[in-house]
């Protein structure tokens, strides 16, 4: 089922991520880490629909997006980019495979924190965030949003790391075998990876290699 939604509120975080706050219908549901598919409700895109995670908790007054937009080509995320409080976005109903299974790692590149953020604030809102971690790689330090949130929520079980450049306060490198074995104390918890393909790919591999069990490994197939 579809639903024509108007923006409530567009909020920068950094130079290429917005939040962008919703109208949420009467009933609406979904699971913390879930997606839907969404398109501009402007002539052109109604039928380019392109899946974002929500943000927001189910029991929040409002949906919530955390978009990052890709000015390298014309696509949704450049449009998305140009809206403004007001214009209206259509959603379908929720759908999506990462949810939470129990303690572990969480792993992201970029953009694909996102399911996690609400996964997170569930477990800080029901005191069960003990124990979990999440590593988060990003380019550059100016790519990082929700840092104090996140630092507010894990502590010393957040880590940024930058893979294009060293700077005070984050890690350096990419998150690969060694990084794993640095910041992981037990490969038999859960571990949660989104991000891109080959990033996912490639670390799967690895910590099944370290000694994860497949049915720990939590991803979007």
């Known amino acids: 089922m579809s639903h024509t939604l108007k923006i409530l509120e567009i909020t920068t975080l950094t130079h290429d991520v917005k939040r962008f706050t919703l109208e949420k219908p009467e009933g609406y549901t979904f699971t913390p880490g879930q997606a839907t598919e969404v398109a501009i409700d ?12 929500f943000t927001s908790l189910p029991e929040d007054e409002h949906l919530e997006f955390t978009i990052k937009a890709y000015h390298d080509h014309e696509g949704v995320t450049h449009k998305l980019d140009s809206l403004v409080h007001g214009d209206r976005l ?4 929720a759908w999506g495979a990462i949810e939470y299974k129990g303690v572990g790692t969480f792993i992201a590149g970029g ?19 003990a124990g979990n971690r999440l590593l988060f790689s990003n380019k550059e330090a100016k790519d990082v949003f929700m840092r104090e949130e996140f630092e507010q929520m894990l502590g010393e079980n957040f880590i940024s790391t930058l893979s294009r450049e060293e700077v005070e306060g984050h890690e350096h ?10 910041h992981v104390t037990s490969f038999s918890d859960h571990f949660y990876v989104c991000g ?19 049915n720990a490994l939590v991803f979007e197939e």
């Open 42 to 53: 402007q002539e052109g895109y109604r039928n380019e629909k392109r899946p974002f995670t």
């Open 90 to 93: 259509l959603i379908d109903d």
């Open 111 to 129: 953009a694909g924190i996102t399911p996690f953020i609400a996964i997170l604030r569930d477990l800080k809102n029901k005191n069960q965030l």
């Open 173 to 182: 490198g990419r998150i690969d075998g060694d990084f794993l074995k640095k």
């Open 196 to 214: 891109p393909d080959k990033m996912v790919k490639d670390l799967n591999e690895k910590l099944k290699e370290l000694g994860a069990q497949p």
